[in-house]
């Protein structure tokens, strides 16, 4: 295997692994908290809202939105090690 090809595996795995923690994060917000935990989470409130409903029905989104934001940074910065960035 060349070298080319040997780091564009270790980026690919590097890329694969990012993906799969901000998934799993993403998985355990919407449906651990909005659905799983609801109950316990109800306990609490923000804002005037019990915890579990506002998780359910934004707190999801407002984490979709930052793992967005997540994963460009850690992209951009992983282009940059693998030297494959746009600039």
């Known amino acids: ?17 990012t ?11 919407s449906f651990g908290f909005g659905v ?3 109950e316990p989470l109800n306990e609490i409130r923000l ?7 506002w998780f359910a029905q934004q707190g999801s989104i407002y984490v979709f939105v930052v793992l967005i934001f997540v994963y460009v940074y ?3 910065k992983l282009d940059k ?3 494959v960035n746009e600039e």
Do not use: C, P, T
């Not at 295997?1 to 270790?10: A, G, I, V, Y």
């Not at 993906?19 to 917000?29: E, T």
């Not at 804002?47 to 409903?53: A, E, R, T, V």
């Open 1 to 17: 295997m060349s070298d080319h090809q040997s780091k564009m595996k270790s980026y690919w795995k590097k890329n694969l692994k």
């Open 19 to 29: 993906l799969g923690v901000l998934l799993a994060i993403w998985f355990i917000v």
């Open 36 to 38: 799983l935990l609801v």
């Open 47 to 53: 804002g005037g809202y019990k915890l579990g409903f």
């Open 74 to 76: 850690r992209m951009n």
């Open 81 to 83: 090690e693998f030297d």
